[in-house]
């Protein structure tokens, strides 16, 4: 069965020190969401991507985040230079067809540290 | 702005038990609804969705829920729980053209052996 991989597992980063978090979504898919989840919080959408650029963006999305699709397969997440409060889970996902019955494919998502 | 909220942070049962966890939206327009499980360890794993038609969907692992429009809920149960169900349950909400998702907080759901 297909599945959303993504690398590392768990990462542990100084405070203002720059993190990529690498995502392999569903081969066939076109839109790619990243989320993240606080512990103890709900899930939180930061960003959709479509077509090469970002459809949607959340509020806790700002200047420091940046995603990138640089090949055929990966679609990164950039946070520029972190803070504590960075420290989450965060989750990428894919879907086939953006809005028009198909559901969301997660991936086991990256536990990021920030000391 | 949207929101979706759900009733229990934790709940505990002995196998056998009937569930039912609540999920309530205030989106109101047309949605796309959907559960995910999160067994200890793993990814968010889709549970059952419901994009229109018959408001009692059937999901994995002997799950249903039930969309009311009108309380603008969508209520996961399950007859018979088992030990195997403990887990986080999250319910999520699209608006009907958009394609991220609103979550919930979650409900931890413990089943004891």
């Known amino acids: 069965e297909p599945e959303v991989t993504q690398t590392p597992s768990h990462q542990v980063t100084q405070m203002g020190q720059e993190v990529i978090l690498r995502c392999v979504p569903i081969s066939n898919h076109l839109y790619f969401y990243w989320y993240r989840q606080i512990l103890g919080q709900k899930v939180e959408f930061l960003v959709s991507f479509y077509n090469n650029e970002i459809s949607e963006k959340s509020e806790i999305f700002d200047d420091q985040f940046s995603v990138e699709r640089p090949d055929g397969s990966n679609f990164t997440l950039k946070i520029r230079s972190t803070k504590l409060e960075d420290s989450a889970m965060y989750f990428c996902a894919s879907s086939g067809d953006r809005g028009r019955g198909t559901e969301a494919f997660f991936g086991q998502g990256t536990r990021l540290t920030v000391v | 702005a949207q929101s979706v909220s759900q009733h229990n942070h934790h709940v505990i049962l002995s196998e056998a038990a009937s569930l039912e966890l609540g999920c309530n939206y205030s989106?109101?327009?047309?949605?796309?609804l959907f559960w995910y499980v999160q067994y200890p360890g793993q990814h968010l794993q889709l549970l059952l969705k419901?994009?229109?038609?018959?408001?009692l969907v059937k999901g994995i692992k002997g799950f249903e829920a039930e969309f009311i429009k009108s309380k603008f809920s969508f209520n996961l149960r399950k007859p018979s729980v088992q030990w195997s169900d403990t887990a986080e349950y999250f319910c999520?909400?699209?608006?009907?053209?958009?394609?991220?998702?609103?979550f919930g907080k979650g409900t931890k759901l413990s089943v004891k052996p």
């Open positions: 999520a909400v699209r608006k009907g053209s958009q394609g991220n998702l609103i």
């Open positions: 419901y994009f229109s038609g018959d408001p």
């Open positions: 989106y109101g327009g047309t949605v796309n």
